[in-house]
């Protein structure tokens, strides 16, 4: 019975996933795409809300404590190799930006609690990642995330303002990001 709930639950949260689970329309389809780098005017952006839960060492996390800040979201496994490769970079945006009041969240999805925890000290992540082996947080950014890698960044509103739909670099995130931190509030 139990894997037969299991199984239902993945199907239904695929299903939501896969269409972008939260409006009739995507978000990223009222933005401007490029080489998967979606970017939104301020008026196209999509508030994001109600993303709670446990950190992976832990703690807990609630989004609206970061509201005022620019928040880069970034969904990774430990299982996914394009992760590895961009943990580096990601760390190093990280290092670069948290000065001008931006921080950084990784959303740890379909893994084990022990693998992710060795990912981020084998990668030296210091910024927390929420442990969303269901998917329960993913699905409160209304965006498909059938690949992973993806990263999202929210501005100071909370709002969508990006979205990278596969490995980054440096060179593309950080640009991005201070972009959107040099942004007039409001």
């Not at 970079?89 to 893994?111: S, W």
């Not at 981020?120 to 947080?137: I, K, M």
């Not at 979205?163 to 942004?183: C, D, F, S, W």
Request: glycine share 8%; with cysteine.
């Amino acid at each position: 019975m139990r894997r037969l709930v299991a199984v239902t639950v993945a199907a239904v949260a695929t299903a939501g996933v896969l269409t972008g689970c939260g409006g009739e329309e995507n978000w990223a389809k009222k933005c401007t795409t490029t080489n998967m780098v979606v970017e939104c005017t301020p008026e196209q952006r999509p508030l994001v809300t109600g993303v709670t839960g446990e950190l992976l060492d832990g703690g807990t996390y609630d989004i609206e404590n970061d509201r005022g800040k620019v928040v880069v979201v970034n969904f990774w496994g430990s299982w996914c190799a394009p992760c590895r490769a961009e943990a580096d970079d990601l760390e190093k945006t990280y290092q670069a930006t948290k000065a001008k009041d931006v921080t950084f969240l990784g959303v740890n999805t379909r893994d084990e609690r022990d693998p992710a925890k060795a990912f981020e000290r084998s990668y030296q992540v210091t910024y927390p990642s929420l442990y969303d082996n269901e998917g329960r947080a993913g699905l409160k950014f209304d965006v498909t995330q059938n690949a992973i890698p993806s990263t999202l960044i929210l501005d100071r509103q909370g709002r969508i303002a990006a979205g990278i739909r596969r490995a980054t670099t440096i060179t593309e995130l950080q640009p991005l990001v201070e972009k959107i931190a040099a942004e007039a509030t409001g």
